[in-house]
């Protein structure tokens, strides 16, 4: 059963940092592309960061350049997304995606929140 679980999110007051986790299992973690997309009231879901496979190079949305960085740990089946000078702008619920070809699997989503 294939499963992607994020954790990490919260309340966090702009400027903060924080580290989402998405925990994978029921299939091969290594093989997969992983994302992250945030989703915020009201507005469609957008892609924040990417992480490919080959050479690992990372791609990331404009906002959120400089300040968030993408990683995974293969050995763990483990993908992150470490957030700093957090924006109340950044607050919406984000969710982890695995993709293989025409194959793609979502998580939940954690919610984070941004405010003072």
């Known amino acids: 059963q294939v499963q992607l679980v994020e954790s990490g999110g919260g309340l966090v007051q702009p400027g903060g940092s924080l580290t989402l986790s998405c925990a994978a299992s029921?299939?091969?973690?290594?093989?997969?592309?992983m994302r992250w997309y945030r989703q915020a009231p009201g507005k469609e879901r957008e892609l924040v960061a990417g992480?490919?496979?080959?050479?690992?190079?990372?791609n990331y949305a404009e906002s959120v350049k400089v300040r968030f960085t993408i990683s995974r740990d293969n050995a763990k089946n483990m993908l992150y997304l470490q957030m700093n000078s957090l924006k109340p702008e950044d607050t919406a619920v984000y969710y982890c995606k695995a993709i293989y070809g025409s194959l793609g699997y979502w998580g939940q989503g954690t919610q984070v929140t941004v405010s003072s």
């Open positions: 992480m490919l496979l080959v050479g690992g190079r990372r």
């Open positions: 029921g299939f091969t973690f290594s093989r997969f592309e």
